[in-house]
């Protein structure tokens, strides 16, 4: 009797000790597989990121982040948009000559729709971020004043297509990423359109 107690005991130890461990092996496992899974950090250093534009009114902006940079995308109005010509004699690259865009976006607006603007706000000068300011004859800049960005850290301004001004510290346009429009509503940050292959150098390190 006592011998068959035992031996009940020692298929129940040996049971217990197969299920216990095969437990511990799928708990270890799961550490390891969800480390296989790229992090917010991976992809903020390269993957691209969706933006909803679909909310965006005009004179507005959104913001994200990709590359561990600050993106925004700006919603133009038609008059803000005809007014983009006139700033060309006060600009010092008013047609995009040097490669702060993708191709696809090397026209007037900097952009492959006219009315959003997609751009790195990074100024070109020493690398603050520029305050949006989209108001023409803005108090704080000056009664010319057409409407754009303006770096508080010294001086130095842009259109709303993000071209730099004359006469100021930054010596180049604010950089357009790579991006294409999923649909009407997403647009996508890091990518080129399906058939593009733009690429292009810029002062910031990408």
């Known amino acids: 009797m006592s011998e068959e107690i035992d031996t009940s005991k020692r298929h129940f130890l040996t049971v217990a000790t197969v299920v216990v461990g095969s437990v511990g ?3 270890a496992a799961v550490p390891f597989v969800s480390s296989m899974q ?3 950090r991976a992809k903020a250093m390269g993957g691209p990121v969706d933006i909803d534009v679909s909310k965006i009114e005009p004179g507005g902006l959104v913001k994200a982040k990709w590359r561990l940079k600050p993106i925004w995308v700006v919603q133009r109005s038609a008059a803000a948009l005809a007014e983009l ?3 060309a004699p006060l600009l010092r690259d008013p047609d995009s000559d040097e490669p702060q865009q993708p191709s696809y976006a090397k026209n007037e607006w900097r952009a492959i729709k006219p009315e959003l603007f997609v751009v790195v706000p990074i100024c070109t000068h020493l690398g603050c971020i520029p305050l949006y300011r989209p108001e023409a004859g803005d108090p ?3 009664p010319t004043w057409p409407g754009g960005f303006h770096c508080p850290c010294h001086g130095s301004l842009y259109d709303l297509a993000g071209r730099v001004f004359k006469n100021v510290p930054a010596p180049l346009n604010l950089p357009v990423p790579l991006y294409f429009y999923v649909n009407d509503k997403v647009v996508r940050i890091g990518e080129n ?3 593009s292959h733009s690429t292009y ?3 910031l390190t990408w």
């Open 25 to 27: 092996v799928v708990m």
């Open 38 to 40: 790229p992090s917010a």
């Open 85 to 87: 010509p006139k700033n």
């Open 140 to 142: 704080s800049i000056g």
């Open 193 to 195: 359109p399906k058939g």
């Open 201 to 203: 150098l810029t002062p």
